[in-house]
């Protein structure tokens, strides 16, 4: 380097030399309005060098200064960060020491100490957050989000802090914001459309879901929950009677999904709200002779019982008992609401039909026991209460959800515990209709 300034400074000199040489007159130069004065030419080429070197010293002068001020604010800046991350580890220790208090004096310190550094935020706020200090932890991680807008990690935390506070639309307005900047985030996607969920916003959890679906490049497990959302957005329109919507949007749901058995539940329910009593008891039982799904029968008896008219019920089951004599479930059922009709006789028949077929369940036997009670033939009546050994379970039958194995006395379109759609049923439906009848024994009705 010096080298090659001694060249550039003996090249000046040289030329200097030469100009000097060949310019050896004087010039007139004008200093004030009438005054002016004879200088040789020489001096004025050194007057201009000697300021324009004079104004390089001076910039060069700056800028080492400047240089130098950014050297000192770095080594202050690292020695911070270096006490912060002295601090921040500290407070790490006391808190999985279980040490709360100092873990949280230890991170504020190292908060306050380098408001750059983000995990000691991201320690305090899970700190704050265990320690139910909701309020702090939000705040906390808005201060940090004034320093660092854009980082995605410091948003989401702050999504898990309204979350916790129960201020779903906070939430909800900061996961819009991340999706704003990545649509492709599969995180923020998939909380902001269960917050949808929750907040019963089934429209928009249904747009979130179709995002999901394109960057899942259309896996069936998330079609199937895009399925389910429009029909609880179906479902939530008859709730609101908007009959005809819904009719429409379960059209919809089952040209995806034939065998969605809740859009077709629906669609006759959103029927006989309508007025359409026939048109819905149609799509029912229609409904059951398709899939041979009990739910079908369930709500049909809730429906006809509902309306004070067990009268239909039963002509409709001995109807499809005509067509379908064999048929479990549907023995089963019709032998539960003669029972509740005290049309003993006819309902403990259909029963002993349903036993001959191997259908061994606590639901039968109950209904078996509560026959034989009513006949009065308490020995066989107690045999088969103990058969069924849970009485607690009432005259209902047990729904099981396919995926998960929970149960539930009350048939609904969605899994309670793990939300899966479409999953609930009698328990072994499948192995039912695949066994050989035995042969009936049919108790006499003397």
Known sequence: MSRIVTIILLIMVIAFSYFAYYNQNDVTVLLWRGQASEVPLLGVVLVSMGIGALFVLILFGIRGIRRTYVQV????????????????????????????????????????????????FFRLGKVYLGKGKVDQAIALHQKARVAHPKDLRLLLMLVDDFIAAEKFQDAAAVLKEIIGRDDGNRTALTILRDIQERENDWDGAVDTQRKLLKISGKAEEAQAYLTGLKYQSAADLVKKGEYDKAVKLLKEVLKEAPDFVPATVSRGEAFIAMGKQDEGLKVLIEGYRSRKNPVFLQVLEDKLLEQENPGKLIEIYQELLEKMPDDVFLNLFYGKTCLRLEMVDQGLMALKKVESFRYDSPFLHALLGEAKAKRERFEDAVEEFRKYMDISLGMSPQ?????????????????????????????????????????????SQE
């Open 73 to 120: 604010l770095e080594r202050m800046k690292r020695k911070r960060r270096e006490k912060a991350e002295e601090l921040y580890n500290k407070g790490v220790d006391a808190h999985l020491s279980g040490k709360e208090d100092k873990a949280v004096k230890f991170l504020e310190d190292a908060v306050g100490k380098d408001s750059e550094f983000l995990l000691p």
């Open 399 to 443: 729904y099981q959800c396919g995926n998960c194995g929970y149960t539930t006395r009350k048939w609904s379109a969605r899994c309670e515990s793990c939300s899966r759609w479409n999953t609930l049923t009698l328990p072994a439906l499948d192995e039912v209709a695949a066994l050989p009848a035995a042969a009936p024994r049919y108790e």
